[in-house]
């Protein structure tokens, strides 16, 4: 054998053995977010006949869900109990319900009718599931046929980039803040009496969450305003007005009656004087 066929030789029985190493140990990352379900893919080719699945967790090989014998059983395992699917076809695990203590690597080994043998690892990586943000109004001011309006956009945990879209046709002028700020500051201007639609999209990882508001800007009347105080005065004087009146009415009904009572009154007094 020449030195070029020994080479070749070598390389094929090194790609064979890289191919080999794929099949048996392949590797996949997937992200999944609590509350949800998730799907942990056994990567065998679509042609395999299984006969023999075994999900695995844990250094020291602990089963959660197998396939034997034409027989699933996905509640091998307490922490999974009612939460596990597997696919008989492609070996597919799926976790329903993820919580946080579901991120760890998750081992598979699989078994076909031709004897062929695979292994592989899913690396789950558990997040919180993304809330929608909330939108708040900060301030809207309506001035020379111009209103100017800031409304403030705010997510609901960490980690998260915030964006300002309007919705539809937006003609006006807007900037927004940071998107990796605690919250984010939309500012706005446009004509008068139009009502306009933005959307705050909060988005982490693969994850995307939006909130929309519409807000309306009409011309304020420059109408004087009634003061509420001197209003109240006024109400306060008619109402001594109406009680004086009603006073002095009675009084001037009364008056024969009161001047006698006040004649004996006073004979009563002068009679007590002589007395002493």
């Known amino acids: 054998m020449s030195t070029s066929q020994r080479t ?3 390389w094929s029985t090194v790609l064979l053995y890289i191919v080999y190493i794929n ?11 609590v509350g949800q379900s998730v799907v942990l893919k056994s990567g065998v080719d679509q042609s395999w006949n299984i006969t023999r699945v075994q999900w695995s967790i844990y250094i020291n090989t602990t089963f959660i869900a197998s396939l034997n014998n034409g027989k699933i059983n996905t509640d091998r395992f307490w ?5 596990l699917e597997l696919n008989r076809t492609t070996g597919d695990l799926t976790i329903k319900d993820v919580r946080m203590d579901d991120n760890m690597i998750y081992t598979v080994a699989l078994l076909n009718s031709n004897d062929d043998r695979v292994n592989a690892r899913v690396n789950l990586t558990v997040q ?5 943000p909330d939108i708040q109004n900060a301030l809207k001011i309506s001035k020379d046929g111009q209103c100017h309006i800031v409304l403030k956009c705010i997510p ?4 998260v980039i915030l964006s300002w879209t309007p919705v539809g046709m937006f003609n006006g002028s807007y900037i927004s ?13 446009f004509s008068v009496n139009r009502s306009v ?3 705050c999209t909060a988005s982490s990882g693969q994850q995307n969450e939006s909130s929309q508001i519409t807000v309306e800007c009409t011309e304020e009347n420059q109408k004087p305003k009634v003061c509420s105080v001197c209003s109240s005065c006024a109400f306060m004087v008619f109402i001594a007005i109406v009680l004086i009146a009603v006073f002095c009415g009675l009084l001037y009904a009364l008056k024969d009656k009161i001047k006698a009572a006040w004649e004996d009154g006073h004979h ?9």
């Open 8 to 10: 070749m030789t070598l």
């Open 23 to 33: 099949q048996v140990c392949g590797e996949e990352y997937i992200m999944g977010y």
């Open 79 to 83: 922490r999974h109990n009612g939460r």
């Open 128 to 132: 919180e599931r993304l809330m929608k």
């Open 156 to 159: 609901s945990g960490k980690n």
């Open 177 to 189: 803040g940071s998107p990796k700020s605690i919250d984010s500051i939309l500012w706005m201007s």
């Open 197 to 199: 639609t933005f959307n």
């Open 268 to 276: 009563y007094v002068f009679q007590s004087i002589y007395t002493c």
